[in-house]
Nanobody, 126 residues
Framework: QVHLVESGGGLVQAGGSLRLSCAGS????????MGWFRQAPGKEREFVAA???????HYADSVKGRFTISRDNPGNTVFLQMKSLKPEDTAVYYCAADTIRYRLVVRTTLREYDYWGQGTQVTVSS
């Protein structure tokens, strides 16, 4: 069982920055791929970014160059640094864990992720 708790969401003006955090549980957290997804009102949940156990990263085209995913394994925490935010980034952001240990290739589809946090709201005003 993996428990994930997101924090750091809020209201920010366009062009601003936010840093999301995801605190996880479990002794094997460092061996998981961790991902961030988001869901805007009336839209499907979509992939944002992921980081492998070894630090390899992958980003959606819509956030590449603006968002950075990182992890602190001793602290069982994953971060999403978001810069140059746009109104279209407004969504509930979810942290997720792919618990296949030491996976070689980062997955970007929802079904590959076994555990999810409760989400944190990010609102970007124009």
């Amino acid at each position: 069982q993996v428990h994930l708790v997101e924090s750091g969401g809020g209201l920010v003006q366009a062009g601003g920055s936010l840093r999301l955090s995801c605190a996880g549980s479990g002794r094997t957290f460092s061996s998981y791929t961790m991902g961030w997804f988001r869901q805007a009102p009336g839209k499907e949940r979509e992939f944002v970014a992921a980081i492998s156990w070894s630090g390899g990263t992958h980003y959606a085209d819509s956030v590449k160059g603006r968002f950075t995913i990182s992890r602190d394994n001793p602290g069982n925490t994953v971060f999403l640094q978001m810069k140059s935010l746009k109104p279209e980034d407004t969504a509930v952001y979810y942290c997720a864990a792919d618990t296949i240990r030491y996976r070689l290739v980062v997955r970007t589809t929802l079904r590959e992720y076994d555990y999810w946090g409760q989400g944190t709201q990010v609102t970007v005003s124009s």
